[in-house]
């Protein structure tokens, strides 16, 4: 199978990586200090999944170096180039290919279907780490679920439930953990209540997930950012896993944070390298369509508005 990674840093790294051991003809595209040191000495992976090094890969690290239409498109780009992406994309899928959003955030699915078609695009959900240590290096830090793969958001014309578990099965054959599930939009909102919660609070203030949900000032200005965002999912029609969002918070805190206590917030690390963060397919996208609605979210707008003050200051 002719396999493109569409944002080849750490998670695509990961996925490529493990593709292309399994014997998949597999394309990075990415950027030149990763790849250039991935064609001299292979990509090389560690951490909770075992050691492995990877070669004879095709490096692509401009659209003008991408040759042909691809059977699978993985997209692990930041939030805010995914529309950018997807026009490069365009050319690239033919009639039965898919793309597959694994991707941080909200409305990631809805910009790809906007331009490659909903019946070309599948979502996803991944809940595992991983960090570029130094180039051609990639470390596998965490795991707290499989990846999820399942259908976008409802429209007209949608991929197969069929051709969806094929890809499942395509990535359980590489030894990345990953499962279907038909409600795949409500587990999205909830990594999104998670991220929304940890990642602002730990870019502000430097801190781990564990360090906030160990501090009580945390916990409730946490706590108000979930209850806003549960709102807007309702209001979006969105089945979520929990009833209330005291039902989210009882997992939240003895489910989702503790084998992810010691992690550094990717916003964080955003900002620690002088880029900017996703906060607009999180709060951001949270308050804009909370707007739309006609709710009120006050602690997500001024979470955002934060984080963009600190983007200024830092970008």
Not at 39 to 49: A, P, Q, Y
Not at 150 to 163: F, L, N, R
Not at 264 to 270: A, F, G, H, N, T
Request: aromatic share 8%.
């Amino acid at each position: 199978m002719r396999i493109l990674i569409a944002g080849a840093g750490a998670l695509g790294s990961v996925f490529g990586g493990f593709l292309r051991k399994a014997g998949h003809q597999v394309t990075l595209f990415g950027r030149v200090w990763h790849l250039d040191e991935i064609r001299e000495k292979g990509l090389r992976i560690e951490g909770i999944w075992g050691s492995h090094n990877v070669g004879n890969f095709i490096l692509a690290t401009s659209p003008d170096k991408l040759t042909e239409p691809y059977d699978l498109i993985l997209v692990t780009v930041k939030s805010y180039d995914t529309e950018t992406m997807a026009w490069k994309l365009a050319p690239f899928v033919k009639n039965g290919s898919l793309t597959v959003s694994l991707q941080n955030g909200l409305g990631n699915t809805e910009i790809l279907s906007s331009v490659l078609g909903a019946d070309n695009v599948v979502s996803g959900r991944v809940i595992f780490g991983a960090e570029i240590t130094e180039p051609g290096l990639v470390n596998v830090t965490v795991i707290a679920d499989d990846v999820v793969l399942g259908p976008p958001v409802k429209g007209a014309k949608i991929p197969e439930p069929d051709k969806i578990t094929a890809i499942v099965g395509l990535l359980l054959g590489a030894g990345i953990p990953c499962r279907y599930d038909e409600n795949i939009q409500g587990l999205i909102w909830a990594k999104a209540f998670y991220n929304c919660a940890l990642n602002p609070l730990g870019a502000l203030f430097g801190m781990n997930y564990g360090q906030l949900a160990d501090n009580q000032n945390a916990r409730l200005v946490m706590e108000q950012v979930v209850s806003e965002a549960f709102q807007v999912a309702l209001s979006r029609k969105i089945a979520l896993p929990w009833n209330s969002p005291e039902k989210f918070f009882k997992a939240f805190y003895e489910e989702m944070v503790p084998p992810t206590r010691n992690h550094r917030p990717s916003m964080l690390q955003d900002l620690e390298r002088g880029r900017l963060t996703e906060i607009d397919a999180l709060n951001g996208r949270i308050l804009s369509w909370a707007q739309e609605a006609g709710l009120s979210v006050p602690v997500n707008e001024t979470i955002t508005r934060l984080i963009k003050i600190k983007e200024k200051f830092t970008v």
